[in-house]
């Protein structure tokens, strides 16, 4: 009784263990799309440091290139195309490399390269079905579920998005940019939707974060800024 005992734990622990056993090669693989995806990111981030800028152009093998700044954008857009070509083959192979297939932070490497795509739309689900699974956070659903309503001229639930308008500064007559969070659906709730997603700023403190002063605005407001 006791050998079978035994014989039942170890294959239970195996067994437990083979569904919880991490797949390095994907990891690795994403682990390199993630850093591919964020690196350019990070160098054009105001608060990104002017030692970090030059560690990350070090890192880049850039430091006789001229023309890197100028460059930059078109670079991070080859690298956005490039990366999403890898991460929906990797999808198909593999379905959402979650946590328990690639573990955390490796998990939502996938998800960042679909936020900076065109095919958020194609994907949201998924990220929804896997959020409430716990294999990614459910707040990284909060903002791709936000970024894709925004993108469709429609209210944000969660305030995570902010956006950029060119407007008439009405004092000077001049043309300037205007930063705002985009209008949000029933904005008073807001921070208690965010609470309950699992984030842990409110609305005007992710605002500052983004370098926005929070301010409620209707879509019609925003649209008939001019």
Known sequence: MKKYLLYVFILCFSLSYAQNKINENLKRELDSIMKSDQILREYINFDTSEDRKKEIVKDLSRENDPNFRKG??????????????KVEELIKLYGYPGKSLVGEPTNI?????????????????????????????FTYFAKMQDRFLTQQGKEQIYGTQG???????????KKEFFNYVSPIENPTRVN?????????????????EMGMEYKVYTLDEIKKMN
Do not use: C
Not at 72 to 85: A, F, Q, T, V
Not at 192 to 208: L, Q, S, Y
């Open 72 to 85: 930059i954008w078109l670079e991070m857009k080859k690298r956005d195309s490039l990366n999403l070509i």
């Open 109 to 137: 490497a996938a998800w960042y390269v679909i936020q900076h795509s065109s095919k958020i739309g194609e994907y949201l689900s998924m990220i929804e079905k896997e959020a409430k699974k716990k294999e990614i956070p």
């Open 163 to 173: 956006q950029m308008k060119q407007i008439t500064n009405k004092e000077t007559g």
């Open 192 to 208: 208690d939707r965010r609470r309950k997603a699992g984030f842990t700023t409110t609305v005007e403190e992710n605002a500052k």
